[in-house]
């Protein structure tokens, strides 16, 4: 999973490698996060505190990523920040305004909320181009989308639903963890193992031959 992302400087002087890694390590921190407090908390899991996390996550996430936005400005990988930081506030905001409708609308809200999570990782794997880390936020992506979809088994049960929400946060954050950690790290194949280790010669290519 490692992922060599160039160093080309952005208009703020942020080069693109930045840009990924604090993209990816603030995804990963509060997923986990996230992840574990739904861990602890499953004699809360109701339609109202379904709406007040869900209310909670998006609107700290859009304040992370307005800051991450703002720090790399000039970097062309902006507008899936920005992308990232908006839906999560449409989401957040909704989610409180709509606090006593019922677990309908939380299943509507967590769906676009995936789904605008995966067009903002594609659109962010297509800036970066084809390197290592934009395959990884393709594969986010695709975690996405298959969580959205599995939001149809359970139905409208909050707790069930908030369940598979945190087993996508916890994996997704893994990852994306893992991703962030491994920009720039270049994997040492045994090819290249083998060619920077030194070569020693055989005792028969030393040894000197005699002719009589």
């Given at each position: 999973?490692?992922?060599?992302?160039?160093?080309?400087?952005?208009?703020?002087?942020?080069?693109?490698?930045?840009?990924?890694?604090?993209?990816?390590?603030?995804?990963?921190?509060?997923?986990?996060?996230?992840?574990?407090?739904l861990a602890f908390t499953p004699h809360l899991h109701d339609s109202l505190f379904a709406h007040v996390f869900l209310g909670l996550f998006g609107v700290i996430f859009a304040v992370a990523f307005f800051v991450v936005g703002h720090r790399v400005w000039g970097s062309r990988f902006r507008f899936?920040?920005?992308?990232?930081?908006?839906?999560?506030?449409?989401?957040?905001?909704?989610?409180?305004?709509?606090l006593l409708s019922g677990p309908v609308v939380f299943v509507v809200l967590l769906a676009v909320w995936?789904?605008?999570?995966?067009a903002s990782d594609v659109w962010l794997g297509y800036a970066v181009g084809e390197r290592r880390f934009g395959i990884d936020l393709y594969i986010s992506a695709a975690f996405a989308v298959i969580f959205a979809c599995a939001m149809v088994i359970p139905g409208a049960q909050p707790t069930p639903l908030l369940g598979i929400f945190g087993g996508y946060l916890a994996i997704a954050g893994v990852y994306l963890?893992?991703?962030?950690?491994?920009?720039?790290?270049v994997p040492?194949?045994?090819?290249?193992?083998?060619?920077?280790?030194?070569?020693?010669?055989s005792s028969d290519s030393q040894t000197p031959e005699i002719q009589l």
């Amino acid at each position: 999973m490692s992922s060599v992302v160039s160093e080309t400087k952005t208009g703020g002087g942020v080069s693109d490698s930045v840009v990924v890694r604090l993209v990816g390590a603030v995804r990963s921190a509060g997923y986990l996060s996230a992840a574990v407090i739904l861990a602890f908390t499953p004699h809360l899991h109701d339609s109202l505190f379904a709406h007040v996390f869900l209310g909670l996550f998006g609107v700290i996430f859009a304040v992370a990523f307005f800051v991450v936005g703002h720090r790399v400005w000039g970097s062309r990988f902006r507008f899936a920040v920005m992308m990232h930081a908006t839906v999560s506030a449409l989401v957040g905001i909704v989610s409180f305004v709509t606090l006593l409708s019922g677990p309908v609308v939380f299943v509507v809200l967590l769906a676009v909320w995936a789904l605008m999570t995966a067009a903002s990782d594609v659109w962010l794997g297509y800036a970066v181009g084809e390197r290592r880390f934009g395959i990884d936020l393709y594969i986010s992506a695709a975690f996405a989308v298959i969580f959205a979809c599995a939001m149809v088994i359970p139905g409208a049960q909050p707790t069930p639903l908030l369940g598979i929400f945190g087993g996508y946060l916890a994996i997704a954050g893994v990852y994306l963890g893992i991703a962030a950690a491994s920009v720039n790290v270049v994997p040492r194949t045994r090819r290249g193992f083998e060619s920077s280790s030194p070569r020693v010669q055989s005792s028969d290519s030393q040894t000197p031959e005699i002719q009589l």
